[in-house]
């Protein structure tokens, strides 16, 4: 399968607060094109997300450093967001629904399906976010990792909590009826004529007084299966065959 970067409506945003290092922010585009996401916003950042050591460490995702936009305060940056999930190492007393990152994902894709548009909070390299940005916050995500040892650098954060939103959608997708380009009226009227052409030249209908009715019955079987473009020229290859046809070539 073919990914591609999925449009603004259908993945979450990621927001930095006060990201720290060119080099992080670089290496968080690269993190953001791995699991396909692809609106980046950065809250007050230290260096310039577009110097060249930025754009060297997002390794092919420059194209998102290009399209990031920059705010001066996390409330701008959300101001046309629904739904606010923060990340945080850390819970500090703060009465907001605590979500591991699979669980996290599944309510993500989830308001996404409603037409809401949601945000990923990350903090700073060093201190992670603060109470005045979790406050801001729907919800609280936790990556449940090792307890003796659960550092995480800015890019590594966003790379598994930006891959178990994609798997997650991976699952909803998979989870949906492939979608194909049913056969026309023409297309299938078409075929119809064609078929029974074919019938007529093998005197498939021997009894002229019910020749009618037999074409109406044979109608009935295509109609009634909702026959998609490719599944016709399918049949029309199988006809030709049987007729003695050469193959076509390709």
Known sequence: MKYKIFSNSRAPIVILVRPQLAENMGMVARSMMNCCLSELRLVSPREDHLSKSAVSASSGAQVILEQAKV????????????????????????????????KASQIVNGKISQGRKVALIFGPERTGLENDDLIMADALLTIPLNPVHSSLNLAQAVLLVGWSWWQENLKKEKSLPQKQELASKKELTLFLNFLVEHLENKNYFVWKDKKERMKQNLKNIFTKSALSSAEIKTLYRVIKRLSGEPKEKN
């Open 71 to 102: 705010y001066s305060s996390l409330d701008e940056a959300i101001a046309d967001v629904h739904y606010v999930v923060a990340t945080t190492a850390r819970l500090r007393g703060i009465n907001k629904p605590v979500y591991p990152t699979e």
